[in-house]
């Protein structure tokens, strides 16, 4: 009888985003709410997300990429703190409390994430009010998601950087051809001495 089996599984990390977006303030003409899209890579197993504002942020993500130098440099996934995280020999990233901060949303699809630039009531999978922050989802292959950020300042705008890496998994199957053992029973009678 034939069966599949797994040969080999590969893992690799995928930098989707790694981008500055500039949101204006309330007062500016364009309006203080900014959206970025993005689509996740297939067979992603999990993905992580870093968002930051300002160069303080910046400097706190550094001392990320400083500790995951440190660790060496045969890891797979590099120096790229959001894939030590998603492998777990990160146990966080560091956060930042000083400086401007920025109201962001994780959202699922087109139709909310333009409710969320409308200002309408909107959708959404997870939200925060921050300097920086991070997190990690699962799945989602081949969907393509929002992140929407709102700038609470009335005067000034912020620039906000975003990085999304994905853990994308390759498994690789052969079919072989297994013997399966035919049983059969007979019926024989029992004879006492």
Do not use: C
């Not at 120096?79 to 492998?87: D, E, R, Y």
Request: glycine fraction near 6%; charge should be positive.
């Amino acid at each position: 009888e034939q069966n599949q089996y797994l040969v080999k599984s590969d893992t690799s990390f995928v930098d989707v985003i790694n981008t500055n977006a500039i949101v204006h303030s309330s007062l500016n003409s364009n309006g203080n709410r900014s959206n970025l899209s993005f689509t996740i890579p297939s067979n992603t197993v999990s993905w992580a997300y870093w968002i930051g504002v300002g160069q303080e942020s910046k400097k706190a993500y550094q001392k990320d990429i400083q500790s995951m130098s440190s660790i060496g440099s045969n890891f797979v996934g590099g120096i790229n703190p959001l894939a030590g995280v998603l492998l777990g020999v990160l146990p966080s990233l560091t956060k930042s409390n000083t400086g401007e901060n920025v109201h962001y949303y994780v959202i699922a699809d087109y139709d909310n994430a333009v409710k969320f630039m409308a200002g309408q009531q909107f959708l959404q999978l997870k939200n925060a009010d921050v300097v920086s922050d991070y997190g990690i989802m699962k799945g989602r292959s081949n969907q393509k998601l929002y992140i929407g950020m709102y700038n609470d300042n009335t005067t000034r705008e912020i620039e906000v950087n975003v990085k999304i890496t994905a853990m994308v998994v390759k498994n690789q199957y052969q079919i072989r051809t297994d013997k399966v053992p035919v049983i059969t029973n007979k019926r024989k009678p029992f004879i006492e001495e």
